[in-house]
């Protein structure tokens, strides 16, 4: 799932992506040459598609691109001061994904990315019920300088027709200069520090063992996601990112009160990036891609697709009231409280019944066998008494 997160004080901009469900992501990393063997367009790209069609028999259907490992590049080219230079990717036979750029000094233009399919291949499209090539245009008219990388770490979703393209961790250069890809970055818009945020001040430097000073548990936020007039995902979180760089570490809570989210739903996917689960039968936290700029300037990006949290039963929601920690790397983890989410089989904008996380089960389970203990206690003591009090009936009788 994704959430896009407006300025959080000492933060900057903040875009943490979450999915759950079973989501590939791929990179592409393309290197062009001109005649005279030096680099003349280079582009790492990490990306994800999937395409959504109609079947024979009137059902929706959802599927990913392939590994992009074994796409081949014919048809790009360099391009010049009169002809535009271009990335032409091949997925297979069936699908094309391509990015037009055009030099008109003293910037490039990332003009458009163009992606392609093709309906009558049956191998990746079987009983497609519309055949043929569909091609979705999406313009860009992004200038950037000459001799500048343009880069973009933050999550960009776009969906055109029955395409979802989701990108990040963008490094482009076209028209390179000399043969050298340049070491000036001109930043995407979401990756840019937030002018009106008044940066943090530290009075005190951490030490290289201490932790994060308490930031105290963050607000719990609901955010929904509706597709038509129908709720298709809910989640009820508090959220708290813990970032640890050089041995020195932050703790940045989330105010759901000045945090703004997207999200949209599709037979198969919700984004907040959601997709089925390992069996069919369960969904669980998959991904999570975070970009955000800290109080030094610095940029601070992390993702791992291998991530196996909040698993549950579809047509359940996960909840867990307890602090629990997911850890996303080695330098960053994410805190959450009071955590409540569904993805899919939503019925009347409510959550269904709970799967409870072990923290929480642990407690419910220790308030019976705490009760069972003082219900036993007690019950030895009202033994012990009547025992006592016998006693003393028997020797008053033998008195008389």
């Given at each position: 799932?994704?959430?896009?997160?407006?300025?959080?004080?000492?933060?900057?901009?903040?875009?943490?992506?979450?999915?759950?469900?079973?989501?590939?992501?791929?990179?592409?990393?393309?290197?062009?040459?001109?005649?005279?063997?030096?680099?003349?367009?280079?582009?790492?790209?990490?990306m994800?598609?999937?395409?959504?069609y109609?079947t024979?028999?009137?059902?929706?259907?959802?599927?990913?691109?392939?590994?992009?490992d074994?796409?081949?590049?014919?048809g790009?080219?360099?391009?010049?001061?009169?002809?535009?230079a271009?990335?032409?990717?091949?997925?297979?036979?069936?699908?094309?994904?391509?990015v037009?750029?055009?030099?008109?000094?003293?910037?490039?233009?990332?003009?458009?990315?163009?992606?392609?399919?093709?309906?009558?291949?049956?191998?990746?499209?079987?009983d497609?019920?519309?055949?043929?090539?569909?091609?979705?245009?999406?313009?860009?008219?992004?200038e950037?300088?000459?001799?500048?990388?343009?880069?973009?770490?933050?999550?960009?979703?776009?969906?055109?027709?029955?395409?979802?393209?989701?990108?990040?961790?963008?490094?482009?250069?076209?028209?390179?200069?000399?043969?050298?890809?340049?070491?000036?970055?001109?930043?995407?818009?979401?990756?840019?520090?937030?002018?009106?945020?008044?940066?943090?001040?530290?009075?005190?430097?951490?030490?290289?063992?201490?932790?994060?000073?308490?930031?105290?548990?963050?607000?719990?936020?609901?955010?929904?996601?509706?597709?038509?007039?129908?709720?298709?995902?809910?989640a009820?979180?508090?959220l708290?990112?813990?970032?640890?760089?050089?041995?020195v570490?932050?703790?940045?809570?989330?105010?759901?009160?000045t945090?703004?989210?997207t999200?949209?739903?599709?037979?198969?996917?919700a984004?907040?990036?959601?997709?089925?689960?390992?069996?069919?039968?369960?969904f669980?936290?998959?991904?999570?891609?975070?970009?955000?700029?800290?109080?030094?300037?610095s940029?601070?990006?992390?993702?791992?697709?291998?991530?196996?949290f909040?698993?549950?039963?579809?047509?359940?929601?996960?909840m867990?009231?307890?602090?629990?920690?997911?850890?996303?790397?080695?330098?960053?983890?994410?805190?959450?409280?009071?955590?409540?989410?569904?993805?899919?089989?939503?019925?009347?904008g409510?959550?269904?019944?709970?799967?409870e996380?072990?923290?929480?089960?642990d407690?419910?389970?220790?308030?019976?066998?705490?009760?069972?203990?003082?219900?036993?206690?007690?019950?030895?003591?009202?033994?012990?008494s009547?025992?006592?009090?016998r006693?003393?009936?028997?020797?008053?009788?033998q008195?008389?």
């Amino acid at each position: 799932m994704c959430f896009r997160l407006s300025p959080v004080p000492g933060l900057g901009l903040v875009l943490l992506g979450l999915l759950l469900g079973s989501f590939q992501s791929y990179a592409l990393e393309v290197t062009l040459t001109n005649s005279e063997n030096a680099t003349c367009l280079y582009a790492k790209w990490h990306m994800n598609f999937t395409i959504s069609y109609e079947t024979t028999n009137k059902t929706q259907k959802t599927v990913p691109i392939p590994d992009t490992d074994n796409a081949t590049y014919d048809g790009s080219s360099c391009g010049d001061d009169k002809n535009g230079a271009k990335i032409v990717s091949h997925f297979g036979p069936a699908l094309t994904w391509t990015v037009n750029f055009t030099k008109k000094a003293p910037n490039y233009l990332i003009d458009s990315i163009l992606f392609s399919y093709d309906l009558s291949n049956s191998t990746l499209f079987p009983d497609a019920k519309e055949k043929g090539i569909i091609t979705v245009d999406e313009a860009v008219a992004l200038e950037v300088p000459l001799n500048n990388t343009f880069r973009c770490k933050s999550l960009t979703t776009d969906r055109r027709d029955s395409v979802v393209q989701t990108y990040w961790d963008v490094s482009v250069q076209a028209f390179v200069q000399n043969g050298t890809v340049s070491k000036k970055e001109y930043l995407c818009k979401n990756d840019r520090p937030a002018t009106t945020v008044a940066p943090i001040i530290h009075t005190t430097e951490p030490s290289p063992t201490t932790t994060p000073t308490p930031k105290g548990k963050p607000e719990v936020g609901n955010y929904t996601v509706s597709h038509g007039n129908d709720t298709c995902l809910l989640a009820t979180m508090g959220l708290q990112l813990n970032i640890t760089q050089e041995k020195v570490s932050s703790v940045f809570n989330i105010n759901p009160k000045t945090t703004s989210f997207t999200g949209s739903c599709q037979p198969q996917t919700a984004q907040l990036r959601l997709n089925n689960s390992k069996n069919e039968n369960r969904f669980y936290l998959k991904e999570v891609n975070v970009s955000m700029y800290l109080d030094n300037g610095s940029v601070f990006s992390v993702a791992n697709n291998n991530l196996s949290f909040w698993d549950a039963p579809l047509g359940s929601s996960y909840m867990c009231n307890k602090e629990q920690v997911v850890a996303v790397s080695g330098t960053f983890r994410i805190n959450t409280f009071n955590l409540r989410v569904q993805p899919f089989n939503v019925t009347g904008g409510k959550y269904s019944t709970a799967e409870e996380c072990a923290a929480d089960s642990d407690l419910n389970f220790l308030i019976p066998v705490a009760v069972g203990v003082a219900l036993g206690f007690l019950l030895i003591v009202v033994f012990i008494s009547y025992m006592i009090g016998r006693r003393k009936s028997r020797t008053g009788y033998q008195s008389v």
